[in-house]
T-cell receptor
Framework: DAKTTQPPSMDCAEGRAANLPCNHS???????VYWYRQIHSQGPQYIIH???NNETNEMASLIITEDRKSSTLILPHATLRDTAVYYC?????????????FGGGTRLMVKP | GAVVSQHPSWVICKSGTSVKIECRSL??????MFWYRQFPKQSLMLMAT?????????EQGVEKDKFLINHASLTLSTLTVTSAHPEDSSFYIC??????????????FGDGTRLSIL
C-alpha cells in the first residue's frame, strides 16, 4: 500500500494561498491521489483527486509532480472556514472495495 | 452532488445498551459502504466494509459480534453497537462511494455520530 507523509501542521494568513504538500513516493501507476478535509466534529469532506494531471475545481487545485511521488493541494484564497485537518490519501483497492486509509493529515490553521 | 446522511448525530446512553446508527446515500446507489471510528485527536480508523446483500468485512481487531453491520439495500447500511460500554464511546463515521461512473469515484462521508456511553 502506498503511504503518504504530510507535515502535522501549517499556518496560513487569511486571503493568502495555502499550499499543502504530500509525499507518496511508493505510489503505484494506477493509484489516485485523493484529498479530503475534516472540520472539527464533522465527517471528512471530499476536495479533489487526480491520477497524473493537475486538477482544479471550485474548491482547490491539485498539482502532482511528473514522477507522481508528491503532490500539493492549493487553496488559492484561504478563509477562516478553511481551518481543518487535511488528509492526502492514496487509494488502496482490495477485494471488498476501494477503502481509504487515513494518516495523520495536516492541521491547517488560517489566521486573520 | 453525492450526499450521505447519518443518523443520529449524537447518542448518549447507559452502559449495556445497544445502539443503532444509520447511514444512507440520498441521491445515489452504493453497493459498498464503509464504517470508520475516530477517537479524540486521532485519525479515522476503518472498522468494516459493508457490502449490499452480503456479509460485512471487518478489519483486524474489530469484533464482528460487537459491531453488527447490515446493508440490506443499495442506499442503507446500519451499524449496531451491541451492549455498549464506555470504551465504545467514539465518533462513528460512515462513507459511501458512487457505484456507477468508474472505479476512481471519491467516497463521500456522513457527518458522523458521536456516541457517549455512561
Amino acid at each position: 500500500d502506498a503511504k503518504t507523509t504530510q507535515p502535522p501542521s501549517m499556518d496560513c494568513a487569511e486571503g493568502r494561498a495555502a499550499n499543502l504538500p504530500c509525499n507518496h513516493s511508493t505510489i503505484s501507476g494506477n493509484e489516485y491521489v485523493y484529498w479530503y478535509r475534516q472540520i472539527h466534529s464533522q465527517g471528512p469532506q471530499y476536495i479533489i483527486h487526480g491520477l497524473k494531471n493537475n486538477e482544479t475545481n471550485e474548491m482547490a487545485s491539485l498539482i502532482i509532480t511528473e514522477d507522481r511521488k508528491s503532490s500539493t493541494l492549493i487553496l488559492p484564497h484561504a478563509t477562516l472556514r478553511d481551518t481543518a485537518v487535511y488528509y492526502c490519501i492514496v487509494r488502496v483497492a482490495n477485494n471488498a472495495g476501494n477503502m481509504l486509509t487515513f494518516g495523520g493529515g495536516t492541521r491547517l490553521m488560517v489566521k486573520p | 452532488g453525492a450526499v450521505v446522511s447519518q443518523h443520529p448525530s449524537w447518542v448518549i446512553c447507559k452502559s449495556g445498551t445497544s445502539v443503532k446508527i444509520e447511514c444512507r446515500s440520498l441521491d445515489f446507489q452504493a453497493t459498498t459502504m464503509f464504517w470508520y471510528r475516530q477517537f479524540p485527536k486521532q485519525s479515522l480508523m476503518l472498522m468494516a466494509t459493508s457490502n449490499e446483500g452480503s456479509k460485512a468485512t471487518y478489519e483486524q481487531g474489530v469484533e464482528k459480534d460487537k459491531f453488527l453491520i447490515n446493508h440490506a439495500s443499495l442506499t442503507l447500511s446500519t451499524l449496531t453497537v451491541t451492549s455498549a460500554h464506555p470504551e465504545d464511546s467514539s465518533f462513528y463515521i460512515c462513507s459511501a462511494r458512487v457505484t456507477a461512473g468508474g472505479g476512481n469515484q471519491p467516497q463521500h462521508f456522513g457527518d458522523g455520530t458521536r456516541l457517549s456511553i455512561l
